[in-house]
C-alpha cells in the first residue's frame, strides 16, 4: 500500500469506505460496529481519469464528495459508487473535502506544480449537510484488512 488515505462509513456504519489514491479506487468493506470486524473488501469506485481520489467526506443523503488531486474537481458519488456530479476548482491538486453547515469547504496543494492557488482553501455551498463524525474501533491492524 502506497498512499492510504481518506476513511468513512455509510450512514448506517455497517459499510466502511477506504480511499487508496495510487490504486485510484474507494473500497468499500463490511463493518461491524460492535465487534470492530472489516470484511468482504471490494471496490466500491474505480476512478478513470488520470489524478488520484484523495480525502473524502459523507453528506447526510450518503453521497461520498471525494477530492481529486491532478484533476482541479471534486466528486459527488452516490450510494452505488456512480458518479452523480462533480465541482471545478481553478487549482489543480485539490486534497480533502470537510462540511461546514451546507458548505463544502476544500484544501489544494501544489503537486510539484506551483500555480495561484496552491495551498488554498475553497468553499462551495453544495445543499446538503455532512454527517456527524463516527466514533469507531477497529479489530485488528488495519493496515492487514485494507489493502488493495
Known amino acids: 500500500m502506497k ?22 479506487v474507494i473500497l468499500a468493506y463490511d463493518y461491524t460496529a460492535e465487534t470492530g470486524e472489516i470484511t468482504n473488501g471490494r471496490p466500491f469506485y474505480n476512478h478513470e ?13 450518503g453521497n461520498l464528495w471525494s477530492a481529486v488531486y491532478g484533476e482541479s474537481r471534486v466528486l459527488k458519488i452516490n450510494t452505488e459508487g456512480k458518479l452523480v456530479g462533480q465541482i471545478m476548482f481553478p487549482a489543480k491538486c485539490m486534497t480533502c473535502p470537510v462540511f461546514v453547515g451546507t458548505e463544502l469547504y476544500v484544501t489544494s496543494a501544489s503537486g510539484g506544480r506551483e500555480s495561484e492557488y496552491a495551498g ?3 468553499k462551495f455551498d453544495v445543499g446538503v449537510k455532512g454527517v456527524e463524525p463516527f466514533q469507531f474501533k477497529i479489530k485488528e491492524d488495519i493496515s492487514k484488512t485494507l489493502k488493495a
Do not use: A, C
Open 49 to 61: 481519469g488520470p489524478g488520484e481520489p484523495d480525502g473524502f467526506k459523507v453528506d447526510v443523503e
Open 120 to 122: 488554498d482553501i475553497f
Open 3 to 24: 498512499i492510504p488515505n481518506s476513511i468513512g462509513w455509510s450512514l448506517d456504519h455497517k459499510t466502511l469506505y477506504f480511499t487508496h489514491s495510487t490504486s485510484r
